[in-house]
């Protein structure tokens, strides 16, 4: 670590007293520079006012302007200048008056190289205690610039989520308006698909876009979401409203800047409307996403701004199309013809592709997925997670095929290998029929009799398979059919527990709660 070299002037109206002075420093232990020898105090002000030095050594009685003259000159430019005075026994009197601007380091004539340098230690220390203090004050302010951002950011996170939040603390009300942005960064192909790389991509792209909106507006809080959406909500005068346009195509354009060095990742800026009101602000965050969630018929790598684009045009098309491919599409499951599968994809992508939507291509997704469903474990499970990262960061509808293609040959493939020895018969069977009766009263010894295995076999070859043991996969089964009906329907809670094989209000309530974590009531107000 370089050490720091402090600056020292030298003052005296004698020059040959001012070389003396300089002989006496051990300058090289104390780290320390000579700036100049001045001979007059007019020279040393200008030169104080212009340079700042560290230190100033000045006699304390000068012809003109004095030493005492030059402290009251320049006490003012820094509070950081230390000064050390050289005065004789009869100059006490000046000395003294220094001491009112808190001047308390004079050597006394014949200078004496020890109490020069004694002097000069003590100046050093209180410049090192100085340094110190503002270093101190400077993290104690930055991390209390953290906090503030890390609890505005969860707070944006909050709203984002539809979570409470109080705003009250929230952003400075004195600049009236409001606007939120969303970026979201799209794989250029899926083929180059780096997790890790992921992360610090997103981080270094909010810091660059954090930057450029400090830099131009008010007040600003960010916040990463998942699927590489990063969202900003800001804050700025009416005078600064006029070149926010401008502002964003910045952001986008120093976006691109650094993210041609990956050759990965493409970039879209959703932008809600400005917004005159504080609690107006989660609408401003509703059009962001949702301009980003349109960018596949709107197109990538550009600032979408929800006030330019024709509401008429938006609307969600093609909302149930796999329900014409839905049957086909579990026969080819359950005869394992990928082929057929590959077919009605790209049947379906054809139907779409002049009303691309990533919102239709998400349902598309979510259906695939519950035709897997009967034959759900771990695995498929894991496999839908990490594909959907992929799906919601395509940036074109082929891309979007292959990815959920990928994600049915590899379930197909993990469900084929599993059914080999037909190990897995017994228990399509049992979860078929307790899809279909589910409502009945059902024990694992009237499974045993359907597929014909000893009971204690079959409840050990279930649990294995599906991990779960039998009653708790028909609790499951029948919650979440609660849960459909809770939502889907205004059926009282008791008729909902009788639907799904619970007689008893009282326990079917309990056993919701207990599984789902909250009551049926909660649940329906939730999600409805």
Known sequence: MTENIRKVLIV???????????????????????????????????????????????????????????????????NKIQYIIISGYREF??????????????????????????????????????ENKEVAERRLIETVENSKKIIKASILKDIIEDNDYDNSIFMNKDLRLFRAINIKLDYESIEQVYKKQDIITVGRVADIVNKILETNVGEVIGC?????NIFFLFNYSMDEAKSIRSILNTILSKINEYLIGFERYRATVGVGSEKSK????????????????????????????FDDINKENLSDKYVDIMNEY????????????????????????????????????YQIYERVYGLFKDYSDEKIDKEY??????????????????????????????????????????????????????????????MAEIVDLNPVYLG?????????????????VRID????????TNYTIAAIGSEVGYKDTRYFSQLFEKTVGIKPALYRKIHS
């Open 12 to 78: 005296d109206d004698e020059y040959f007293i001012g070389k003396l002075i300089y002989k006496l420093v051990d300058w090289d232990s104390k780290s320390l520079e000579c700036a100049d020898i001045l001979d007059n105090g007019e020279d040393a002000i200008d030169y104080i006012k212009s340079n700042t030095p560290d230190i100033v050594i000045t006699d304390i009685r000068m012809p003109g302007i004095s030493g005492l003259d030059l402290i009251r000159e320049t006490r003012d430019i820094s």
């Open 93 to 130: 009197e000046y000395a003294r008056e220094a001491m009112k601007y808190g001047i308390d380091h004079y050597v006394l004539k014949p200078i004496n190289k020890d109490d020069l340098n004694e002097a000069l230690d003590d100046v050093i220390n209180i410049l090192n205690e100085i």
């Open 224 to 228: 990463n979401k998942e699927f590489m």
């Open 278 to 305: 504080l609690n107006d602000i989660k609408i401003s965050i509703n059009e962001a996403h949702y301009m980003i969630k349109k960018r596949l018929s709107i197109g990538i790598n550009r600032v979408i701004y």
């Open 326 to 361: 839905n049957d086909e599409l579990k026969r080819s499951i359950e005869s394992f013809n990928i082929e057929k599968i590959k077919y009605i994809l790209s049947d379906i992508f054809r139907k779409i592709a002049d009303g691309q939507n990533e919102a239709i291509v």
């Open 385 to 446: 997670r990490d594909i959907l990262s992929i799906l919601k960061s395509c940036c074109n509808l082929s891309d979007c095929k292959k990815v959920i293609l990928k994600y049915m040959s590899d379930c197909l493939e993990h469900i084929k290998n599993k059914s080999e020895g037909q190990v897995l018969k017994p228990i399509r069977t049992m979860i078929s029929y307790i899809k279909d009766n589910y409502r009945e009263k059902i024990t694992i010894e009237d």
């Open 460 to 476: 050990s070859l279930f649990k294995k398979e599906i991990g779960l043991n039998f009653s708790s996969y028909l609790i499951k």
């Open 481 to 488: 059919a609660a849960k459909s009906l809770l939502v889907e």
